[in-house]
């Protein structure tokens, strides 16, 4: 009895966190077909980000707002914290996100259980993000995926671009945050002008494209022209 004690204490956890990893996949990519989708429905209703209107960008509630006004009617929510007051927001929509309490974002519950935080930063969608090569970011969207315990970013909380292209996400190769430096634990700052800890936001495409959060396990060691796993 001793023996299966001491294995089922070694096991259990690793079986925990692997099932835990793959409901975290799941929703993240169930998320980002939900919302590409919207996307699509908003351009056909609305045309091209470019031409919706937002406000004065980042610092500014009513542009956040707008920019999730423009999805809402796409989205199955269990709930609407836009222009929520603190509390409603932390009780409906998430208590764990950082920035629940501030007016530089705006947030709705999907009914799949994950969050969706949207931020505007230009816009006129001409910001040199998502595409280094292109002027054609217009801000962001969160998707937290355990909303009420969690938010952090690479385990969490991911990242994507509204461009005037579409719903891209963070880290694919030829944005400005690359996966390489960007979604590296051991690198706080990866991008001089940054804030501190802003790594982990570049995560996002690793994880819809080759299934595993691997990043955690073997930092540093996983890149989109070498290894995509740490068994590899």
């Known amino acids: 009895m001793g023996i299966i004690g001491i294995v089922a204490a070694l096991t259990i956890p690793t079986l925990i966190s692997k099932y835990q990893e793959k409901v975290t996949i799941t929703r993240l990519k169930e998320t980002y077909s939900t919302l590409a989708q919207a996307y699509q429905f ?3 209703e609305n045309g091209s980000p470019a031409s919706w209107t937002f406000g004065t960008g980042m610092y500014d509630a009513v542009s956040h707002q707008k920019m999730a006004n423009y999805f809402k009617p796409y989205l199955k929510l269990s709930a609407d914290c836009v222009g929520k007051s603190v509390t ?3 009780q409906y929509c998430s208590s764990a996100f950082y920035g629940a309490a ?3 974002f705006s947030l709705v519950r999907l009914r799949n259980g994950a969050a969706l935080v949207f931020r505007i930063w230009y816009p006129s ?3 040199v993000y998502a595409n280094e090569k292109e002027h054609n970011t217009c801000g962001s ?3 937290l995926t355990d ?3 969690s938010s952090e970013p690479g385990k969490t909380q991911f990242a994507f671009y509204l461009t005037k292209g579409g719903i891209i996400p963070f880290g694919l190769n030829g944005s400005v945050l690359t996966f390489e430096q960007a979604c590296n634990p051991e690198i706080e700052v990866p991008y001089p002008g940054f804030s501190s800890n802003s790594n982990m936001y570049a995560c996002t495409a690793w994880v819809i494209y080759n299934n595993n959060m691997d ?3 073997c930092p540093g060691e996983l890149s989109w022209e070498g ?3 740490c068994d590899e």
């Open 147 to 149: 909303p009420m315990n």
């Open 215 to 217: 990043y955690l396990k």
């Open 88 to 90: 409603y927001v932390k």
């Open 141 to 143: 969207i969160y998707v």
């Open 125 to 127: 969608c001409n910001g």
């Open 227 to 229: 290894k995509h796993s």
């Open 42 to 44: 908003a351009v056909n």
């Open 102 to 104: 501030s007016t530089s």
